[in-house]
């Protein structure tokens, strides 16, 4: 299948600073990127869907102005938590799809820890 | 529909045995279902997708069944092995391309 690559896969940052995450579609054109938040035991939850060159659709009860997501290509698109807090911890996954009815691939996944 | 959030359920079975995870998905006018697998600590990997002009759909070892009268998705898994132990998703096509998943299902299978 096709390959999402997401990075990093965990990083460790101090309360206020802000982190960005990149997800990227290595052989294919993804017209549409989706962003989820995962806890501990729990489904993954969309948090927002981006199309390229366009502005990031946001799910009800996620703050677009704390995360930011960028998809300026048709390989990459980008989550920026701003402002992070210990609660924002978790993982996070990116897909990437090609079209409406088709497979979303999934990256590994980033997990965020703030201290 | 089925509840985002909530702690995962487990199935538990032993090696070699068949496995049944259901999933109760709540859009009656999604036509595209996809089961995932994920293991601790990475994302979702493709397992099985059916269409929903389909009521199954049969791949390597997996089995997808989908009743559309009750909105139910059921994955059997044949000869269940170790490596089988993960999280399992159901995931509805909602439109454009967004899914939404189920709350998942933990299989631990024992040797």
């Known amino acids: 299948g096709a390959v999402v690559s997401q990075h990093p896969s965990w990083v460790i940052c101090k309360s206020g600073t802000s982190v960005k995450i990149e997800c990227r579609s290595l052989d294919f054109q993804a017209t549409t990127m989706f962003w989820y938040r995962q806890f501990p035991k729990q489904s993954l939850m969309l948090m927002a869907t981006?199309?390229?060159?366009?502005?990031?659709?946001?799910e009800q009860g996620v703050e677009k102005d704390k995360f930011l997501i960028n998809h300026a290509s048709l390989t990459l698109s980008t989550l920026t938590v701003t402002s992070a807090h210990p609660e924002d911890s978790s993982f996070y996954i990116c897909?990437?799809?090609?079209?409406?009815?088709?497979?979303?691939?999934f990256g590994q996944g980033t997990r965020l820890t703030v201290v | 529909g089925e509840s985002v959030g909530l702690h995962l359920p487990t199935l538990s079975v032993q090696e070699g045995d068949n496995s049944i995870i259901n999933c109760a998905y709540s859009n009656s006018a999604s036509d595209y279902f996809i089961w995932y697998k994920q293991e601790s600590g990475k994302g979702p990997q493709f397992i099985i997708d059916?269409?929903?002009?389909?009521d199954k759909r049969q791949g390597q070892r997996v089995t997808v069944l989908l009743n559309k009268t009750v909105k139910h998705l059921s994955l059997q898994i044949a000869a269940t092995q170790p490596g089988d132990s993960a999280v399992y998703f159901c995931?509805?096509?909602?439109?454009?391309?967004?899914?939404?998943f189920g709350k998942g299902t933990m299989l631990l299978v024992s040797p």
């Open positions: 059916i269409r929903s002009n389909m």
């Open positions: 995931a509805e096509n909602s439109g454009y391309s967004t899914l939404t």
């Open positions: 981006s199309n390229e060159g366009s502005k990031a659709t946001y």
């Open positions: 897909s990437a799809t090609s079209g409406v009815l088709t497979e979303a691939f």
